[in-house]
């Protein structure tokens, strides 16, 4: 995104609640980054998961927002996709398709 500090401003989504995909939904924060995860192998890997959606944000420029993630097996490529995605649509970025 630019390494610029990204607000979002709208609800977005990215993703499906197919098997191995994941769908992201991302609002505006309250100061932090909030994540509720919803996943078949969350006992496994949920920590990891949380960590891909947390430092993609970081990377993407987010430092407030909201996200709900509703796994089914993503891997991490797949995951940072969507979170950018995400990012793009929610910040105002990019269209919702």
Same mark, same amino acid.
């Given at each position: 995104m630019g390494g610029g500090k990204v /607000? #979002?401003?709208k609800m977005a989504t990215a993703g499906t609640v197919e098997s191995? $995909? @994941?769908?992201i939904m991302i609002s505006k924060g309250e100061g932090s @980054? $909030? #994540?509720e995860l919803e996943s078949v192998v969350e006992q496994q890997y949920g920590e990891d998961i949380?960590?891909?959606i947390y430092d993609t944000l970081i990377d993407e420029g987010v $430092?407030?927002?909201k996200v @709900?993630?509703? $796994?089914?097996g993503a891997l991490d490529f797949t995951i940072k996709a969507r979170v950018k995605a995400c990012v793009?649509?929610?910040s105002g970025d990019?269209? /919702?398709?």
């Amino acid at each position: 995104m630019g390494g610029g500090k990204v /607000e #979002i401003v709208k609800m977005a989504t990215a993703g499906t609640v197919e098997s191995n $995909d @994941i769908l992201i939904m991302i609002s505006k924060g309250e100061g932090s @980054i $909030d #994540i509720e995860l919803e996943s078949v192998v969350e006992q496994q890997y949920g920590e990891d998961i949380k960590k891909v959606i947390y430092d993609t944000l970081i990377d993407e420029g987010v $430092d407030s927002a909201k996200v @709900i993630a509703k $796994d089914k097996g993503a891997l991490d490529f797949t995951i940072k996709a969507r979170v950018k995605a995400c990012v793009g649509r929610g910040s105002g970025d990019v269209n /919702e398709l």
